[in-house]
């Protein structure tokens, strides 16, 4: 079966510093989300990324967070300027047009430490 | 607001028993319903989901769920329980124009003693 593949598995970065989580979507998908679960708590909506441009966005990804499709292939999550609180596993996904649209396929997520 | 609770956080259970896990949304308009698996290690992955149509549905690995509008609830079932089901299971809800827009539940731990 195809797969939704993320990278790096692991990210330590030092508080305020840029880092960019890589995903490649599934090739045929048209709908890229990023989702992200912090240690003890529920997965959370970020991002849903559609037709090239954010298509929702939730309250947690301000300003320091933005997303892009570089290359038709790729699909990243952008964090400016790194807190503590945004140390979690991060969880990209995509899913196909019509029918096809409310089922996501996840990769495998990056777990972000910052400390 | 859409919402969605998982009343147990863990449930431990033997091999080849029964096990119900349980799953109650809440929601201002047509939803649908999803519950995922996530193995150590890995991503989430989809067991089953419910649109419309029959309220029993059927999914991978002999779980099942049943929508009940009255009560709000998507249990998810499976008669007997194997080893390798060990696993956090989160179900999920959609408003139907959101798309992919998942709400999760914190997720509940099985685990399965032999």
């Known amino acids: 079966e195809p797969e939704v593949t993320q990278t790096p598995s692991h990210q330590v970065t030092q508080m305020g510093q840029e880092v960019i989580l890589r995903c490649v979507p599934i090739s045929n998908h048209l709908y890229f989300y990023w989702y992200r679960q912090i240690l003890g708590q529920k997965v959370e909506f970020l991002v849903s990324f559609y037709n090239n441009e954010i298509s929702e966005k939730s309250e947690i990804f301000d300003d320091q967070f933005s997303v892009e499709r570089p290359d038709g292939s790729n699909f990243t999550l952008k964090i400016r300027s790194t807190k503590l609180e945004d140390s979690a596993m991060y969880f990209c996904?995509?899913?196909?047009?019509?029918?096809?649209?409310?089922?996501?396929?996840f990769g495998s997520g990056t777990q972000l430490s910052v400390l | 607001a859409q919402s969605v609770t998982q009343l147990d956080s863990q449930v431990p259970v033997f091999e080849e028993a029964p096990v119900e896990l349980r799953c109650n949304y809440s929601?201002?308009?047509?939803?649908?319903l999803f519950w995922y698996v996530q193995y150590p290690n890995q991503g989430l992955q989809l067991l089953l989901k419910y649109l419309s149509g029959s309220t029993l549905v059927k999914g991978i690995n002999g779980f099942e769920a049943e929508f009940n509008k009255s009560q709000t609830s998507f249990h998810l079932r499976k008669p007997s329980v194997h080893i390798s089901d060990t696993a956090e299971y989160f179900c999920?809800?959609?408003?139907?124009?959101?798309?992919?827009?998942?709400?999760f539940g914190q997720g509940t731990e099985l685990s399965v003693k032999p």
């Open positions: 999920a809800v959609s408003d139907d124009n959101q798309g992919g827009k998942l709400i």
């Open positions: 996904a995509s899913s196909g047009g019509g029918a096809l649209k409310e089922k996501l396929f």
């Open positions: 929601s201002s308009v047509s939803v649908y």
